[in-house]
């Protein structure tokens, strides 16, 4: 009999192109988990994530599904796993699932981190873990400018270029910015989000909080619906999936927030619309 299982993955993406399985020879994080997935069910296994990361890109909680009519409790699947599973890919959460679960489209909200290693000299134990810079940024700054960002706008001016979203309308839940120490943690919830969205929001607010366009320029940017009017594109080391929100019928496994290294943090609580 088939059944639906969720799994809890936690990646490093430096050496991959990107969550999604690509042509023969492109590491991706799919391509290696349902391999590993293939040897523990013993047939081919097809997963689907919550929300697909691209290259370079990690995640700390990111959720899939897959089917099969392999029985299996919740350690059998994150250690048999993982045991075939490279050291930079880990499955951390299991369970069996309602089959009308979908890890997508049941999804009420996605959840990303972005974390910015503000120092004078670049580190080098999270190298690809953090995106660096050395100059002195303003988190006040950078807080004020992002509230524009919130509620449900046309964020034409924060998609790639080549995004192949049907339509640039998105809703901003929630859009904190904090200072850990050394780390400026972008915090950002919505229903989904566009291509390079998260990497052109921190781009701007990075410029902002430089000093080098002033704390309006988030409205300017965001209301000329215009790509070419948002600046560069942050580098993707710093970017993180770290939560899938889902309504509570489902039961998915809840981690504790990442990633690791950062500092704890109180969590806001959300509101989720039935």
Request: charged residues 20%; proline residues 5%; hydrophobic residues 40%.
């Amino acid at each position: 009999m088939t059944k639906k299982v969720v799994l809890v993955v936690e990646y490093n993406g430096s050496a991959y192109k990107g969550w999604q399985a690509q042509k023969t020879g492109v590491p991706s994080v799919q391509e290696n988990l349902e391999k590993a997935l293939a040897v523990i069910t013993n047939h081919p296994v097809k997963v689907i994530c919550a929300g697909r990361t691209d290259s370079g890109v990690h995640a700390s909680a990111q959720v899939v599904h897959f089917e099969t009519n392999v029985v299996r409790n919740e350690r059998s699947w994150t250690l048999g796993v993982n045991t075939y599973l490279p050291t930079d890919i880990s499955v951390i959460a299991a369970s069996d699932v309602a089959d009308d679960f979908h890890a997508r489209f049941s999804a009420v909200s996605r959840r990303y981190r972005y974390v910015i290693y503000q120092s004078d000299l670049r580190p080098a134990i999270l190298a690809k873990g953090v995106t660096w810079t050395f100059k002195k940024l303003n988190v006040d700054a950078m807080k004020e400018a992002a509230k524009v960002f919130l509620g449900t706008h046309d964020f034409t001016s924060f998609r790639a270029v080549g995004c192949q979203a049907n339509t640039p309308i998105r809703t901003i839940l929630n859009f904190d910015v904090q200072q850990l120490g050394h780390y400026i943690v972008l915090d950002i919830r919505a229903n989904a989000f566009l291509h390079h969205m998260i990497r052109n929001f921190a781009g701007v607010l990075m410029t902002i909080g430089a000093g080098e366009k002033p704390v309006t320029w988030s409205k300017d940017v965001l209301e000329a619906q215009d790509r070419c009017k948002g600046g560069i594109t942050a580098p993707p080391d710093g970017l993180y999936f770290v939560d899938a929100q889902y309504p509570e019928v489902f039961n998915v496994p809840v981690c504790k927030l990442g990633p690791h290294f950062l500092p704890y943090v109180d969590e806001p609580s959300y509101e989720l619309s039935s």
